[in-house]
């Protein structure tokens, strides 16, 4: 950015800053913020999004535009990672790049780095990463060959890094957030052959021993996950029930609209429906799912991170579909979505409330 460029840019950042301390609005702190990244200040666009998002916690724009500076400035550091490990690879530049990718839910590129480094040395360390590559998946779909996937990436770390606690404790965790606990059991006895006399381990396995009567194994564990879409301690009864009633409130409500066809919220392989009936309700809830299934699986593959919004337009109107981590919410309209009926959309994903009861379809 040359003088001149920089000193008109420092003249609207001033005036931004005038506006915002007149009138704190989600619209001036996200304008300070688009500001600051235009001046190539990563980190003063990063500090306004967070005091915005402090003062408004739910303000979907300056969230999304927070995420979009965290990641520019995780591109710059890619960038320097792949420029170093062109000049001189070695295992802490490729840890670094590949972990920098798994957290930021980059799969499909974070797969490609660690395939180009297995190719290059065999670091064990890559077998770890791999695994947890694979558990990513699992836990964002929480699908039977996502899972079956994790259990033979976490067994092929283990065996590559025998002395390492990592492998085992992700396995055991895997494990314990199935509901698999004779295979946890197991698992955290393997750990306390690593680290004999661990006291949070040999905890960990009393309880766990003591949860094994009558417990289903790994398989059916796992099945039961893919149904309910439910990992064990997702979340209480109890907060699940208050959830789905919130959400069955707001479905009623949008489905009461004129222009609305149907309004659903998915969690797992279930479905709520609102609008639709019948064979019409479950056709519309398949669609859906697999819409949103297809949405998810294109952004692993081409490394675009988590889907935060899905939108289809067409002469049948507006399909919006916004998922969560572990569910998601939809409305069919016959025109255009709406700024209060996107809002409502999006506050439906993350809720994570049961599906069971009324207008829920398997």
């Known amino acids: 950015m040359n003088f001149l460029t920089r000193l008109l840019f420092s003249g609207r950042v001033r005036r931004a800053r005038r506006a915002l301390a007149a009138e704190p609005t989600p619209r001036n ?10 001046a190539d200040r990563a980190l003063d666009a990063q500090r306004v999004c967070v005091e915005g998002l402090a003062a408004f916690p739910e303000n979907i724009q300056l969230s999304r535009y927070h995420q979009r500076t965290k990641r520019a400035e995780r591109e710059v550091r890619l960038g320097e990672l792949r420029r170093e490990l062109a000049l001189a690879p070695r295992a802490q530049l490729w840890r670094e790049l590949c972990e920098i990718l798994i957290e930021s839910d980059e799969l499909a590129r974070a797969e490609e780095e660690l395939s180009r480094w297995l190719a290059r040395d065999q670091n064990p360390e890559a077998r770890y990463l791999i695994a947890r590559v694979a558990l990513a998946r699992f836990y964002a779909d929480r699908g039977r060959t996502q899972g079956r996937a994790a259990l033979t990436a976490l067994d092929e ?15 055991l965790d895997f494990m314990c957030r199935l509901g698999a606990w004779q295979e946890a059991r197991d698992c955290a006895a393997l750990c306390l052959t690593v680290e004999p006399g661990t ?22 564990a ?6 309910s879409g439910r990992l064990s301690g997702d979340g209480s009864g109890e907060e699940a029930r208050a959830s789905a009633g919130s959400v069955q409130s707001l479905l009623r409500e949008l489905a009461a609209q004129p222009d609305v066809q149907a309004v659903l919220y998915v969690r797992g392989a279930t479905a709520l429906v609102q609008g639709p009936k019948g064979a019409t309700a479950e056709r519309t809830a398949r669609s859906v799912q697999s819409i949103l299934g297809g949405s998810r699986s294109a952004a692993r593959r081409l490394g675009l991170g988590q889907v935060f919004q899905v939108q289809l337009e067409g002469a049948f109107g507006t399909l919006s579909i916004a998922p969560g981590e572990q ?12 700024r209060a009926r996107e809002e409502a959309l999006l506050g439906m994903a993350g809720l994570n409330a049961a599906t069971a009861g009324e207008g829920a379809l398997p």
């Open 199 to 220: 006291l949070e381990l040999e905890g960990r396995y009393r309880t766990l021993s003591a949860r094994c009567e009558g417990a289903p194994n790994f398989e059916r």
């Open 157 to 171: 770390a283990i065996q590559h890094l025998p002395r390492d606690l990592r492998p085992l404790r992700a396995k």
């Open 222 to 227: 796992l099945h039961e996950v893919e149904r």
């Open 327 to 338: 569910d998601a919410g939809a409305i069919l309209c016959s025109g255009p979505l709406g």
């Open 29 to 38: 702190y996200l304008l300070l913020a688009q500001l600051y990244s235009q």
